[in-house]
């Protein structure tokens, strides 16, 4: 059994030994390198500096505001309705209503969560610019939907249903 052992300790150190003499080789290939090149990160990047008070960001901020506002309004309006009538078309009516204040809601909500994707976005320096062909996103489309995402060309694509063909 000693031998056994003795062999298994062997190859382990063999393996060991192999891994250290690669790494050995590989960091005296970088060091040639970086004595050729003279350095050793790649050269920086000259970004644009960010606008953090940019006409864009206010605007979006504005927009955020109003936004929020309407949200506080909608659910105050909420609150003061009641919640049980006299009779079953009143009831059938305030339904009615509450579902269509819910719905407006989760529309004033989610118009939210685009606008502050937007603003972070506009903190980036990437407002303004189409997610998926890279081109401005021009000012008019930017003003009518401030947290538009992408040119009209592209927003056109998107969407199109994409045709799927039928076997018959």
Do not use: W
């Amino acid at each position: 059994m000693s031998k056994n052992g003795d062999s298994q300790k062997k190859s382990v150190s063999k393996v060991i030994a192999h891994g250290v003499a690669s790494a050995a080789r590989t960091a005296k290939k970088s060091a040639k390198a970086v004595l050729i090149t003279g350095r050793t990160l790649p050269p920086p990047v000259e970004l644009e500096p960010r606008l953090l008070d940019s006409p864009a960001l206010r605007a979006l901020r504005k927009e955020r505001r109003r936004l929020t506002e309407e949200l506080k309004h909608q659910e105050m309006l909420a609150q003061e309705r009641p919640t049980t009538g006299n009779h079953m078309a009143d009831d059938a009516s305030e339904v009615e209503a509450q579902a269509k204040s819910l719905a407006l809601r989760r529309h004033l909500e989610g118009m939210i969560k685009e606008i502050d994707r937007a603003i972070v976005r506009a903190e980036k320096g990437t407002y303004g610019v189409c997610e998926r062909c890279h081109l401005p996103i021009s000012e008019e489309r930017l003003k009518v939907m401030p947290s538009a995402t992408f040119c009209i060309e592209c927003a056109k694509l998107q969407i199109r249903p994409s045709k799927v063909a039928t076997v018959a």
